[in-house]
């Protein structure tokens, strides 16, 4: 249907009625936003989009996204890993994996056979193909988060890794043992008392 003429297109119209303000027209740089930066959770998401800004540019040639990445290097460190192994290492849900290994499978990246000691699961291998093109894959997420991540030293790119770790896999608490070498247990009171 035709506009009248000098009427302006309803994007338009739309984009002329908002008002546009000094707050609007601020750079994101000049606003507060010093509560969020003393949460973890906002400065790991803001490092995390960095770098997969990044890994998304220099991975479209292999036509690879971060989940698959991820499940391809789990693969190819891990010859003949299950889909169980895989979706326990990588917190993904198993309908989610059957998709992308189809996929994978498709592309001649993955290979499935038979486990060879249980008749019942799947083992999971890179194809030739497949280990090229990680092989060439992994050298590129490697040098994209140097690059990222240039402002750091070597040493301080260690512990940053270590402490992000610490937080989504955190060590195993081992549990008080007695003088006697047994286990201590809590009593209902909070108190320490040793396992029977």
Do not use: W
């Not at 000094?22 to 995390?48: H, S, V, W």
């Not at 010859?79 to 059957?98: E, F, H, K, M, Y």
């Not at 990222?148 to 270590?162: E, N």
Request: one cysteine or more.
């Amino acid at each position: 249907m035709a506009r009248a003429p000098g009427k302006p297109a309803p994007d338009a119209q739309l984009a002329a009625s908002l008002p546009v303000s000094d707050a609007d027209a601020a750079a994101p740089g000049k606003l507060d936003t010093a509560f969020l930066e003393t949460l973890i959770g906002y400065n790991a998401r803001r490092a995390a989009l960095t770098i997969i800004g990044k890994f998304l540019e220099r991975m479209a040639v292999y036509g690879v996204h971060p989940v698959e990445f991820s499940v391809l290097s789990v693969i190819a460190h891990n010859p003949g890993i299950t889909s169980r192994q895989l979706c326990a290492c990588l917190g993904l849900l198993p309908p989610n994996l059957v998709t992308m290994l189809n996929q994978l499978e498709q592309r001649d990246l993955v290979v499935r056979q038979p486990h060879p000691h249980d008749g019942r699961a799947i083992a999971l291998s890179l194809s030739p193909n497949g280990q090229t093109m990680m092989a060439e894959a992994e050298a590129t997420a490697y040098q994209l988060e140097i690059d990222a991540t240039s402002a750091l030293t070597d040493a301080q790119r260690t512990t940053l890794k270590r402490l992000l770790k610490l937080v989504y896999a955190p060590p195993a608490k081992a549990k008080p043992v007695a003088r006697n070498g047994k286990p201590t247990t809590r009593s209902r009171n909070g108190t320490p008392g040793a396992a029977v």
